[in-house]
């Protein structure tokens, strides 16, 4: 980038090392704030869930294969013995003893006529599953806590194509549907997907050197299990009405509320919002396009990381009468493609329906993970003044990014002049680099001792100057970032295009700079501010670039909550990553469903 040298000065508002967030986990019942390091030392300080202990009952589907039910034996006491079988048993034992160790709560195995040892099953996976299933959960008790069913599936069906795979889903989805009020309706079931070599091959002890992050798999089974909460009310009034107990996720661990945070505000609006503590709060919504452009992926997550939410959909197929009926739609300009407007409502429902979950004035962010083109960016300017200006939608602000984090850029090293003139302004003592480290929030006295991930420094660029969105060639583009080159799928079709001749230009940008401790290559995330808007009794300012330091400060908020996150994703899945949760996510997403036979579907289809 030839433009950089003078945008990376010495100036401390322009370029600024990030601190690591704290985070909120118990310890003796009491709620507590750690730095994220801590939790590595999570079972010889004793730390806990936030949230309390979740107690469940936990059972075990594998697949029944024809020729073991043959060569397998019972014994007098009606066991079965088995090389698979032993190998799951003792893998669930070593699962429920972790769980426990972890102060997660208890996880017991089940019980049930149909179950060949304790939280033990086996069905067919053909087109039987659907009935065995049912027939499982309705042979089972009340159950006092929550159930978690623990589905093994087979490398052979792990596949978009896979006919099995797609009767264990409708199984599932079916059987949620149709027992949720019936059979669970004190507790919610979980229905979790795991490999079956996951399994199979999984160390003896889960203290092994050869086990394979079995501690970060039960924190997420753990976040997955919902908890109820109870509405308090005198009596009854209907008989269909309201549920008086509803269930929401309750994670072990989330982003500290820093002192800023602890303020109560009011509003003197005729429908204010009930929350007085999270008014103005950050709701972060990411999506993107799969590398085959069949599906619309979404991902939505609050700003403390307390809740979050997954969508995907399949895109629009065109008809010939596509064309007729956009010019048919009153307000619609005739260079906006029906494609577009077609993902932002999808996107749009899906964060409005997390929105209404908790009675807050939103800055709801929707951020594109790729390159946005014009026709996108009208689409979203279109819908969301017609949704803002309803008298159905709550005070709420929205913001639309477009957010690039394969485009590094290649760091040199500064002239000598350059290098000196920094070093006297940030001397390179132990002291001061240990100061940047710390939140400036958590007061550490000198005789204490405290560990600090050193590995990689974060540094936040704030850019002053408005510079187009221009978007170099990326791995993804030439098909390098992925198990296959594809050269049949046009590049229209790749999500960061390089045929967009007219580059967006944004109210304000700024870079997330990972600079790792080695000879790695730093990651860098763009973020791009490119349009603000606000609803009727809204009382956040309204942003545009003609006021002093307007839309920085508000991307300098989203900046700061983005690296937060960053921390957070890193954290629960043990992984360094350097994007925020939900545009992980989406980009999780992205990786599973680019793989060849999404692509051979594509061709079959087209």
Known sequence: MTSSTHSIQPASSALSPLSPPLLSVAKSEAIIHVMPSALRFWDKVGLGPKGGKKNTTVFVIYEQRYHETEAEQHDGTGNTHGWRSERIMSWLRNMCELYKAKNLGEMLPGKSNLCQNDGLVSFRFDSSFQKSLASFIASLPPPKDSSVFFILTPLSVMSLSSETLCYVFSAVNKTLKTFSDKTFSEAQPLFQFVPEPHVLNAAVNSSSLHDFRSGSFLHSVYDRILMPSERAMSRKFFTYGQKEKKYFEVPAFTLARSLSETKVSYSSSTDPALD??????????????????????????????????????????????????????????????????????????????????????????????????????????????????????????????????????????????????????????????????????????????????????????????????????????????????????????????????????PLSSSTLICVPDSSVLPRMVNIHLIYAAKSEGCAYPTVTSDAADSPQSLLRDITSSYYSLSVLSSARWETVSSLPFHLGAVETMRKALSTRNCLESLRRDT
């Open 276 to 505: 007085v503590l999270d008014r103005h709060i950050l709701l972060h919504v990411g999506y993107g396009i799969s590398s085959c452009g069949r599906w619309i992926l979404a991902s939505c997550i609050d700003q403390r990381g307390e809740t979050h939410a997954m969508g995907v959909w399949s895109t629009q197929r065109r008809t010939p009468s596509d064309n007729e009926r956009k010019d048919e739609m009153p307000g619609m300009d005739a260079t906006m493609n029906l494609d577009e407007l077609y993902t932002v409502n999808k996107v749009w429902n899906f964060a409005m329906q997390f929105a209404e979950k908790a009675r807050v004035e939103w800055r709801i962010v929707f951020a594109k993970s790729g390159n946005m083109g014009v026709a996108e960016l009208d689409a979203w300017i279109t819908h969301s003044y017609s949704a803002l200006h309803s008298n159905s939608q709550i005070p709420m602000h929205i913001s639309i990014l477009n957010v690039e984090n394969s485009v590094p850029w290649t760091l040199t090293p500064a002239s000598q002049t350059q290098s000196l003139g920094i070093a006297n302004q940030h001397p390179t003592s132990r002291g001061s680099s240990l100061s940047r480290s710390i939140p400036n929030s958590m007061k550490v006295s000198s005789k204490s001792q405290f560990f600090v991930d050193t590995t990689a420094t974060t540094y936040e660029l704030c850019q002053k100057d408005r510079l187009p969105v221009s978007v170099p060639p990326t791995l993804d583009d030439i098909g390098l970032s992925s198990d296959l080159v594809d050269v049949s799928l046009p590049i229209e079709n790749d999500d960061y295009s390089l045929a967009d001749d007219q580059p967006l230009l």
